[in-house]
């Protein structure tokens, strides 16, 4: 097992408009996962869960992806990573707020399930790790039509306790399959600590247990995890097998909106946690890096916010569904 490293911006071979890139794309999602909440604070959206400090992990997955070609079977706190595989603002604006042209469920599912039939997301259920199961399913299937595609599962720490997870990885292990099963790690699952939830220090100290490769990787270092993804995603297409890759997080909000982190986080905790935010940190290590440079980190928040602002015009105008058709998309048509 690898414990990657801090990447400094010239070792991840990435060139200076994909670093901005990578940033903007943070930012879109953190600035996206703030007006959820906002509006749901407002009682118009009814639920609301924040992948706010999750943003380097997702972006640095999601580069490592072949968009449009790779598959992803997201978890609630993806909003970010859905962005880079293709879906808009608008998308998750229309399903915060239940409208009809939700894509992600035409408004069926509770908002943060995500799914998107043109950019290979597969919408999952609410139990926590039943996606594990659908994603390598879905490796399976590339397998059988021997196509060189990828799935990234992600799940959090609290859902590898569960037997799907097991089921899952035991599976994909003994048939090599193309699976890439991205733990983010927050260290909490709703209240419940980490050393509640395992006896172990890393979830990826499980990998050998499976027979497959492991890595941990701060998941607050975009350009660590886009390397390592990058190695997994790799094996997994040369059919090497799948890799259980470990990104620690922190969640800078509380679990939902149902929740108060205050409630069982101490201040120092929470603190600390704050200390750890990835946008910041991100721009930081870009500015010093000049690869950011005075004002462009102001010029694509305001990019970011434009692009918000007219995605909610557009979903706050749209119709929500039929009482009528309440039953579409929820049973089959006889
Ligand atoms: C099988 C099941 N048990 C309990 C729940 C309630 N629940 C929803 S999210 C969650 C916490 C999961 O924590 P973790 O997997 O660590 O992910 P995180 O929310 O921290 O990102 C729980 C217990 C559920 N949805 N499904």
Partial sequence: MVVSESAPAEMAGLSQDQLRSMYRDMVLGRLLDERI?????????????????HEAA???????????????????RDLTLVLVMGMEPKDHLLAALGKAADPNSGARQMPGHYGSRAHNIVTT???VATQILHAVGVAQ????????????????????????????????????????????????????????????AHVADRAAGYGMAGAVVDGGDVLAVYRAASEAVERARSGQGPTLLEALCVRLQSHSSDDDQRRYRTAEDLADTRAHD????????????????????DEIRQECQRLIEAAQEEADQAPVPDAASALMHVYAEA
């Fill in 58 to 76: 997702q972006v640095g997955v999601g580069y490592a992806l072949r968009r449009g070609h790779d598959w992803l079977v997201p978890y609630y």
């Fill in 37 to 53: 909440l906002v509006l749901n604070r407002q009682g118009r959206a009814p639920f609301a869960i924040s992948g706010q400090g």
């Fill in 125 to 127: 259920g609410s139990p």
């Fill in 141 to 200: 299937s590339f397998r059988y039509r021997k196509e060189d595609t990828v799935v990234v599962v992600s799940v959090g720490e609290g859902g590898s306790s569960e037997g799907d997870w097991h089921e899952g990885l035991n599976w994909a292990a003994i048939y090599h399959l193309p699976v890439v099963f991205l733990v983010e790690n927050n260290a909490y699952a709703i209240s419940v600590p980490q050393s509640r939830q395992m006896a172990v």
């Fill in 278 to 297: 990835p946008v910041v940190r991100f721009r930081t290590e870009l500015e010093a890096a000049g690869v950011l440079l005075d004002g462009d980190a």
